[in-house]
């Protein structure tokens, strides 16, 4: 599922730099709540992202183990 997420992640930014996407938002990623322990650290991430223009945290978000 980390793998799949990240994918996500890169997908979104390429879309918003290209301007086909505004900027990331939380309901972007409801498909992968249930996966997700630490919802705080993806909207930290999401801050980030929209306000410096890059986040370095997104390692830093725990999956559900065996998914």
């Known amino acids: 599922m980390e793998e799949r997420f990240g994918k996500y992640v890169e997908w979104i930014g390429d879309r918003i730099d290209r301007g086909l996407e505004y900027e990331f938002d939380?309901?972007?990623?409801?498909?992968?709540?249930?996966?997700?322990?630490?919802?705080?650290?993806?909207?930290?991430?999401?801050?980030?992202e929209n306000e410096e223009g890059m986040s370095e945290n997104w390692n830093d978000i725990i999956f559900v183990e065996g998914v």
Request: aromatic content about 18%; some cysteine; charged content about 45%.
């Open 26 to 48: 939380l309901e972007m990623f409801e498909k992968y709540f249930p996966y997700i322990k630490n919802k705080d650290m993806l909207e930290r991430c999401i801050d980030e």
